[in-house]
């Protein structure tokens, strides 16, 4: 499964579709597959693919083999948290997404240290792995290990980062993502309202078979493509053909229109039609939007990295023998990995296809963390902590070449 999270887009969200010579007949195409799509619906099961806890039900019982950060006495069950808003943070300290939120979570866990709201950050991972993270990146609020994968089990929190806000009575209030987690959500289940699920919950959409295209109304960008399923919400349409084509971005030539208007796309079969799903919404994008997608080969400006001094810097061994990797926006920690993959994030950072010509072999461990608002700063990290080298080219690559045709 890919599973992506990107950090709010700025732009306008959700208003109307792009601007376009023939906006017309592209609001009647649109038109049309979502009314499809609701008609697919209806003929599929009605039953929610999402079978963990709920809100308004009682949250499972906490199972932390230890807490730190935690006073003397403090026990981690609901008759002892009653009277307190608890923020459930199930993440671990090689999810980047994870500690690419820490500074929101610290700063609400701040603002709430005075009030009756605890925050717990569980994690299955050992706890030295754990305290040793903590010197490097603090993280407020009580910090709970799960070795078992109880709790987190409990929780059915498959995908980290997960936020499960509880009530002061021990009933779920709210299950979202940290960049989801506001003041205002905590303060109205302090409160003891009701929160606005449509904003702040997860839900995972009742269809056997679904397919929809429309105009973003979410204010953050995220991605899961998996068997059977694909879904990206305030996404471009660049972007959604990426994922479906499995291309990076800086490898597709579109009009610029493609780039700007955000859209929330979902679509969902059965098991025995998944590998057919990505063509599916592929042909979807196409026809809703008059495209025409062909891949071809051309000379283009490349980054050529190189490893002068061979294994060197920052760059580890393999420490484990199941591969692992995390990214977000700052941050990349990856285990057992190919430098492909590395080469791939700069790539997507500083949008100019990376050749990687190392000459690296076997997997890597290393952890990257830079300015996303300097681009350039990955490089510079690369060359200091890694010691590869990124220098300007032009090379002959496949790239994905999509036009927009008139009528």
């Not at 209030?173 to 959500?185: F, G, H, K």
């Not at 449509?198 to 995220?222: C, G, W, Y």
């Amino acid at each position: 499964m890919i599973r992506e999270n990107y950090k709010p887009y700025k732009g306008n969200v959700g208003s109307a579709l792009p601007t376009f010579p023939f906006r017309n007949s592209i609001v009647s195409r649109l038109s049309i597959v979502v009314c499809a799509a609701v008609w697919i619906s209806t003929t599929g099961s009605a039953n929610s693919q999402f079978s963990g806890p709920k809100p308004n039900s009682a949250a499972p019982e906490l199972r932390l083999r230890q807490l730190l950060q935690a006073p003397e006495g403090a026990a981690p069950d609901w008759p002892s948290l009653r009277g307190r808003v608890v923020v459930l943070e199930f993440w671990a300290t090689w999810c980047a997404p994870c500690i690419s939120a820490l500074p929101h979570l610290n700063q609400l866990a701040d603002k709430f240290k005075d009030k009756p709201v605890q925050f717990i950050s569980i994690t299955d991972e050992d706890s030295e792995v754990v305290a040793a993270f903590l010197k490097r990146r603090p993280i407020k609020g009580w910090v709970g290990i799960d070795l078992n994968r109880s709790s987190r089990d409990a929780f059915q929190a498959e995908f980290i980062p997960r936020t499960v806000v509880v009530d002061k009575l021990g009933r779920i209030a709210a299950i979202t993502r940290p960049d989801l987690l506001t003041e205002e959500l905590i303060n109205t289940v302090a409160e003891g309202r009701q929160p606005d699920l449509v904003r702040f919950q997860i839900a995972e959409d009742p269809a056997r078979f679904n397919l929809t295209i429309r105009p973003a109304k979410s204010t953050s960008t995220s991605a899961e493509v998996s068997p059977g399923r694909f879904t990206c919400r305030n996404m471009s349409l660049k972007r959604a053909l990426s994922l479906i084509h499995n291309i990076s971005e800086t490898r597709i030539i579109c009009p610029l229109l493609l780039q700007d208007a955000r859209y929330d796309i979902s679509a969902a079969v059965t098991a025995d039609k998944s590998g057919a799903l990505n063509g599916l919404v592929s042909k979807a994008i196409e026809t809703s939007f008059n495209l025409k997608v062909r891949r071809e080969t051309r000379e283009v400006d490349v980054l050529v990295m190189t490893a002068p001094k061979g294994l060197a810097g920052g760059l580890k061994p393999a420490s484990a023998a199941k591969p692992k990797y995390s990214l977000a926006d700052d941050a990349m920690i990856a285990t057992g990995q190919q430098i492909d993959l590395l080469a791939d994030r700069i790539e997507k950072v500083m949008n100019v296809p990376v050749l990687n010509e190392t000459g690296l072999a076997g997997r890597y461990d290393w952890e990257i963390v830079y300015d996303s608002k300097q681009a350039n700063s990955i490089v510079e990290v690369a060359r200091k902590e890694l010691d590869l080298e990124l220098k300007a080219s032009r090379r002959r690559i496949e790239i994905l070449v999509v036009e927009m045709e008139r009528e």
